[in-house]
């Protein structure tokens, strides 16, 4: 955290000789307009104006095709005769979260949207360093994948894009296809079976390919997801290959539907694993239903 700690430092003194004294610069750090939730924000407005509902309901002929546990876990969760949903909105209350290894976790608020028919997912963080507010946006879009962190509202942090962002980007959309069902029908994903507790899932989107495999638990609960086609990306832009999963658990019963309300993000290093995401009290949400 030493160059985010210097670069507070150079933002909180330059504020000061500018406005004349740290309460104003605390004032302008409260009050003004986040560039960050208004990216968010037209985001969000734009792909739910474009977003049609979902027609039918989820039936034994859907999932005839998938892989077993893919099968039983459907049904273990209630979806069966639920109507089926053109997005989802989960709501992160509660994260800790590391910018990178070795750097301390902070507190933030995660808000993301998945869309079936891009596919396109988008996701804003809200948190603050040392006291300075700090915001995110990560969007997938139309096959381009970006990662984006602001500083005091206005201060472009790291600003991540490319080819391995689209890839990373696609395949995070892939891990969490199984929270938003319909997605998982949807002809960009095809199925493989493995065993009884591993289905393996290939995602093609705007002329790119992605994979991983999900595995699941005797109570037909799925409990993790597993990719080589992520790389890990410090906010220098440097990236490296590494193995990455997401851990779910604590399943409840909300409005229905079984849901995992804990949410893991781990990057398997070789010298060990580091979570950098772990979420409690998740709230998952679906709209556009007929």
């Not at 004349?20 to 750090?29: E, I, K, R």
């Not at 360093?129 to 942090?157: C, H, Q, R, W």
């Not at 991983?212 to 609960?221: A, H, R, S």
């Not at 193995?243 to 409840?252: L, T």
Request: net charge negative; charged share 25%; glycine share 8%.
């Amino acid at each position: 955290m030493e160059d985010e700690m210097i670069a507070i430092k150079k933002i909180i003194a330059v504020g000061g000789v500018l406005l004349g004294t740290a309460g104003v610069v605390h004032a302008y750090l409260r009050t003004a307009a986040s560039k960050a939730a208004r990216e968010f924000d037209d985001l969000a407005e734009d792909l739910l104006k474009e977003t049609e509902p979902a027609k039918g309901r989820f039936t034994e002929t859907d999932i005839a095709t998938l892989p077993g546990p893919v099968r039983r876990h459907l049904r273990r969760c209630g979806y069966l005769g639920k109507p089926k949903m053109a997005y989802m909105k989960v709501v992160f209350p509660d994260v800790s979260f590391s910018l990178g290894k070795g750097k301390k976790a902070i507190k933030i608020a995660y808000t993301q949207y998945n869309f079936v028919d891009g596919p396109d997912r988008i996701a804003y963080i809200d948190s603050s360093l040392y006291g300075v507010p700090f915001e995110g946006v990560d969007a997938y879009v139309d096959g381009k994948g970006s990662m984006k962190g602001i500083l005091a509202k206005n201060i472009t942090l790291f600003d991540i894009d490319g080819e391995a962002m689209d890839k990373a980007s696609l395949v995070t959309f892939l891990s969490e296809c199984l929270f938003v069902p319909n997605a998982a029908l949807q002809d960009y994903i095809r199925w493989e079976a493995i065993d009884a507790h591993h289905a393996k899932a290939v995602i093609t989107a705007h002329g790119t390919t992605a994979e991983g495999v999900f595995t699941f638990n005797e109570d037909d609960e799925m409990i993790a997801f597993s990719t080589n086609d992520r790389e890990a990306t410090t906010m220098d832009g440097k990236s490296e290959k590494v193995r990455w999963s997401a851990i779910c658990g604590g399943y409840k019963e909300i409005n229905g539907i079984r849901q995992p309300t804990d949410l893991k993000a781990v990057w398997h290093y070789d010298e060990g694993d580091f979570t950098y995401f772990d979420a409690k009290a998740a709230m998952m949400s679906y709209d556009k239903q007929e």
